[in-house]
């Protein structure tokens, strides 16, 4: 079991704002119900989620302008311990909106604020300071403008440094510099993974052996393909397994992976298997799934969806 804390980095950090509408009509004013807020970005959505699930973890993510003082205090309020690096630019909005007619969600992203140099910095020299030496470190989400690509790879160095696990959950760039550096654990999409191995297209019988190939290379330890609502495939270096998704009608998508990613880390935090970790990262992936907007799992629908997978979950697997 880890003695360090679980500590999450968020690096484009976002206020979401989703509400409800009838229907979406262009040039009409639209009559929105009224709106919900939360703290949004990767990192932020993983310590959430694992404080949901029992854990303590240390949430360390930008702030700027009232939105950033807005979303820090969302963040505070759920119990999570934050860690905050000040910065010049305004943290950023985000919005979403279901057409509760059609149930159709329609998400806006706004794009990141652009960092210093300084404030880059700075958040460099605090991962550098922790204290208690952390057991997890977890960079998850986009790099926003002024922040270079390989700053996980910087991140990953500091990690091994602090003999912490780091696991990037990131793309494009961002991911291959981290890989590059060496993580702990990746859980890419089929096309990150392809992106990684260097072609245009994995069909499901390669997907296995890509993952294995960058465990060869020594650039991760285990890889954990996120598959949508065919659930994940866990691969290390003597393990393939197919953990399937419970079926659920899903409402939303949104934080999703990141509560995913939580229920992994947080059961591995805990000494357990990496199956038993994937079955916990799939049920708290798809359980977030059956809520609207950007709100993440409620634990009764995490545990009813671990029971279907520790009962029957076995059938839809492939060893």
């Known amino acids: 079991m880890a003695t360090g804390p679980i500590v999450t980095l968020t690096m484009n950090p976002a206020l979401d704002k989703s509400s409800n509408v009838s229907r979406i009509v262009p040039d009409n004013k639209l009559r929105c119900e009224t709106p919900n807020f939360e703290a949004g970005g ?9 404080h949901r699930l ?17 979303l820090h205090k969302l963040v505070k309020s759920e119990g999570v311990e934050t860690m905050v ?10 919005f979403h909106v279901l057409e509760t007619s059609t149930g159709f969600q329609y998400r806006f992203g706004m794009p990141g604020t652009e960092m210093m140099p300084t404030e880059v910095r700075a958040i460099l020299e605090t991962m550098e300071e922790l204290d208690p030496k952390p057991s997890y470190i977890i960079a998850s989400g986009s790099l926003p403008p002024g922040v270079p690509s390989d700053f996980y790879g910087q991140i990953a160095k500091i990690a091994h440094n602090q003999g912490a696990r780091f696991i990037a959950d990131t793309s494009g760039d961002a991911l291959r510099y981290a890989t590059e550096a060496g993580v702990y654990l990746l859980k890419p999409n089929i096309i990150e993974l392809s992106e990684l191995v260097g072609v245009d297209k994995l069909e499901m019988d390669e997907v296995d052996d890509a993952a294995r190939a960058l465990i060869i290379r020594g650039q991760c330890e285990i890889v954990i393909v996120s598959m949508g609502a065919m659930g994940a495939m866990l691969v290390t270096e003597d393990q393939v397994e197919h953990i399937p998704a419970p079926p659920v009608q899903p409402k939303s998508t949104v934080g999703a992976g990141d509560s995913m990613l939580a229920g992994i880390v947080w059961t591995l935090s805990q000494g357990k298997s990496y199956r038993e970790a994937v079955r916990m990262g799939v049920a708290c992936g798809t359980a977030a799934t059956m809520n609207s907007g950007s709100e993440l799992f409620r634990m009764q629908d995490v545990n ?12 839809y697997s492939a060893s």
């Open 42 to 50: 990767g990192g932020i959505n993983v310590a959430k989620a694992i």
């Open 54 to 70: 029992g854990g303590n973890p240390i949430a360390i993510f930008t702030v700027g302008g009232p939105t950033g003082q807005r």
């Open 85 to 94: 690096i000040e910065t010049k630019q305004w943290t950023r909005e985000n």
């Open 304 to 315: 009813r969806l671990l029971d279907w997978l520790n009962r029957y979950g076995k059938r």
